[in-house]
């Protein structure tokens, strides 16, 4: 069964760092997202991403952070100067050819700043 | 404001004790309810969508349904393997919106 594929499976950076997190969507899936679960705390939205730009971003998705799409199979998460509340789960989610599918999940990056 | 409560957080069943799980959820138009299965150390694992009131999926020992304010998870004669976190989300009506809101889960054990 095709499968979202996150890579690194964990990642630990010194704060102020930038980081990359890569994602590999299901290969026909058109929407992406990016999610973050801090320890103990809910799944939590950041950003939508739809025909090679962003559909809806959270209050949490500031100049800090940024996504794109550099080739056809291959959906990143970059975030620059990163500070010790960045540190988290995060989850890379696909979607089909309409939204209203349901969205399948990474089994994501586990980001450590120290 | 959006919101989705589950309900227990947590729940401790004997292998074969039927339980269910509860999701309230609030609104703005629902687009959308759905169920996944989180292991530790991973992502979420689709299970359901629920569109409508009255509406009823299954899978396995596995069952969800929906009403105008909350779904529930039933589970049958739960096994082991059953033991997970269980996650409701939702998704509204909001502009062009297709986020996932979460709840914070009901984290189920199933003792042989």
């Known amino acids: 069964e095709p499968e979202v594929t996150q890579t690194p499976s964990h990642q630990v950076t010194q704060m102020g760092q930038e980081v990359i997190l890569r994602c590999v969507p299901i290969s026909n899936h058109l929407y992406f997202y990016w999610y973050r679960q801090i320890l103990g705390q809910k799944v939590e939205f950041l950003v939508s991403?739809?025909?090679?730009?962003?559909?809806?971003k959270s209050e949490i998705f500031d100049d800090q952070f940024s996504v794109e799409r550099p080739d056809g199979s291959n959906f990143t998460l970059k975030i620059r100067s990163t500070k010790l509340e960045d540190s988290a789960m995060y989850f890379c989610?696909?979607?089909?050819?309409?939204?209203?599918?349901?969205?399948?999940f990474g089994d994501g990056t586990r980001l450590s700043i120290l | 404001e959006d919101q989705v409560t589950q309900s227990p957080e947590a729940l401790r069943l004997q292998e074969g004790e039927s339980s269910s799980l509860n999701c309230s959820y609030t609104v703005s138009g629902l687009r959308g309810l759905f169920w996944y299965r989180q292991d530790p150390g991973k992502g979420p694992e689709f299970l359901f969508t629920?569109?409508?009131a009255g509406e009823e999926k299954e899978k396995e020992r596995l069952k969800a349904t929906l009403t105008k304010k909350e779904s529930f998870l039933h589970i049958t004669a739960p096994k082991p393997e059953d033991s997970a976190t269980y996650l409701c989300a939702v998704r509204n009506y909001g502009g062009a919106t297709n986020k996932l809101i979460f709840g914070t889960g009901t984290l189920l054990a199933v003792q042989p």
């Open positions: 989610a696909s979607s089909g050819t309409v939204p209203e599918q349901p969205q399948h």
């Open positions: 629920l569109y409508s």
């Open positions: 991403f739809y025909n090679n730009e962003i559909s809806e």
